[in-house]
């Protein structure tokens, strides 16, 4: 079993930074994708960032060049971190965020493309307000 939580939402202005963080601890042996997504108020839930099971990063083209997911220190064997950094934000990322990981192999190529990909541990989400 696999237990995620985020930390780091809050409010920010336009223009500014946050970084948000996950947790991912549990079987973290048999993590292949690690990603965040996030859901606006009355739209769907979208992916905005995953690294694939080879390192790669990949980005929904609204944040590429703003935001960045990368891997923490791991401080044991037993957990894992992840983060994404957002830069020159926008009231339009205003979002809950959620961390997600898989257990499935995730290629660079199918996470360029979008395919399907199952995540099966989702965390409970962060909110994050861009707002003056």
């Known amino acids: 079993q696999v237990q995620v939580v985020e930390s780091g939402g809050g409010l920010v202005q336009p223009g500014g930074s946050l970084r948000l963080s996950c947790k991912i601890s549990?079987?973290?042996?048999?993590?292949?994708?690690m990603s965040w997504h996030r859901q606006a108020p009355g739209k769907q839930r979208d992916l905005v960032a995953v690294?694939?099971?080879?390192?790669?990063?990949?980005?929904?083209?609204s944040v590429k060049g703003r935001f960045a997911i990368f891997r923490g220190d791991a401080k044991s064997t037993d957990d894992l971190t992840l983060h994404l950094q957002m830069n020159r934000l926008d009231p339009d990322d205003t979002a809950v965020y959620y961390c997600?990981?898989?257990?499935?192999?995730?290629?660079?190529?199918?996470?360029?493309?979008?395919?399907?990909?199952?995540?099966?541990?989702w965390g409970q989400g962060t909110q994050v307000t861009v707002s003056s």
């Open positions: 690294i694939s099971s080879g390192g790669s990063a990949t980005y929904t083209n």
């Open positions: 997600a990981v898989g257990t499935g192999v995730l290629s660079d190529y199918d996470a360029d493309i979008g395919s399907p990909y199952e995540y099966e541990f």
């Open positions: 549990g079987s973290v042996s048999s993590i292949n994708a």
